[in-house]
């Protein structure tokens, strides 16, 4: 009961669990961050070199155990089979091994649990229709280690569209216009990131503004600073964690008012 505040990071229906549990026992304050479905939009004006090299760090980083992975890569329509045909190549480059070794750009999921869940979501895709571009398969007969994997041909309704799979597996989708991919880009209960590539400050500003994330990167992926707030909108979580705001979630307000006018 002495605890004041909780900080937790993990998953929606743990996190659900521990805000259950504070207000239960003297109402302390609780910060989430629980994990998302980020999109990554690329527009055909962008630098698609860099668009291919951050989309590929922003997917597979960490085997894909990062919470606020770029997994739903979306793609304007002039520009999507080049994306591909490029995304495809460059992944072709992952090496295998100790993650913590030089040269070494993928190791192994963290453990069975979630090496076989991994492969399941694979599975799901490919049972319910997706086309599987790269990967979808172990790595090897020895350890925890996962093909990094790309789907395309995916519908809305999908799992691996709409589930946040904690590996190293994304999903492209092919859009026209800024409406539409706005409208996919926010259709998810997860809030927690998302990325903009075009050439065009205008209009990054403008579907940064738009997009329902904590945190919105313009032509980068997962760059990170102490003094950036990170943190998501809707079952994403509560509160932010770096820079000056996640102090409020650790102090208190007190207004002290001392009357030193007229006596009554």
Known sequence: MRVRKVAFTGSIPTGKLVMKAAAESNLKKVSLE???KSPNIVFADADLEQAVKWAL??????????CCAGTRIFVQEEVY???????????KHVTFGDQFTKGITQGPQVDEVQFKK???YIKTGVDAGATLEIGGKRHGDKGYYVEPTLFTDVSDDMKIVQEEIFGPVGVA???KTEEEVLRKANDTEYGLAAAVFTRDVQRAVRVSNKLEA???WVNCYLFHDIYTAFGGYKQSGLGREK???????YTEIKQVIMYMGAKL
């Open 118 to 120: 991994v492969l399941n």
């Open 214 to 216: 904590g945190v919105v």
């Open 57 to 66: 760090k922003g997917v597979y980083s960490n085997m894909g155990q990062v």
């Open 173 to 175: 989708i092919k859009f």
């Open 34 to 36: 629980m994990g998302g």
């Open 81 to 91: 089979d080049e994306f591909i045909r490029e995304f495809k190549k460059a992944a």
């Open 243 to 249: 820079s000056e705001y996640a102090l409020e979630m």
